[in-house]
């Protein structure tokens, strides 16, 4: 998505092309469908933590594939985790407000 740069690694000049902001959303919202489904078999909470473990792991697989080394990796974790961090506090705080501004609607299930 335009707003927020993912970490960067080999993948951007092997990439063809950027995906669109509503193609961003809709691979988002596959992953939230799972979430909801998760969340109909075990605790909304017990799918939350599960989705954050992912893409926790899948964050150190994109650092990971974007080194040449282990010392290159080791190198840059902590360059990574400040991205990383960073992208998920903006994206935190702009899903906070637009559920703030859109709580009845999201709340009326």
């Not at 010392?71 to 998920?88: G, L, N, V």
Request: net charge negative; aromatic share 12%; with cysteine.
């Amino acid at each position: 998505m335009s707003a927020w740069l993912f970490f960067p690694t080999r993948a951007a000049t092997i990439m063809s092309k950027t995906i669109s902001d509503v193609e961003f959303l809709q691979h988002a919202d596959s992953f939230i469908t799972l979430a909801n489904d998760k969340a109909g078999a075990i605790q909304a909470e017990t799918a939350g933590a599960a989705m954050t473990f992912a893409a926790a792991r899948f964050a150190a697989y994109l650092v990971a594939r974007s080194c040449d080394s282990k010392a290159t990796f080791d190198a840059r974790k902590d360059e990574a985790k400040t991205i990383f961090m960073e992208q998920f506090e903006g994206m935190l705080r702009d899903n906070l407000e637009e559920y703030s501004r859109n709580f009845d609607k999201h709340n009326a299930a």
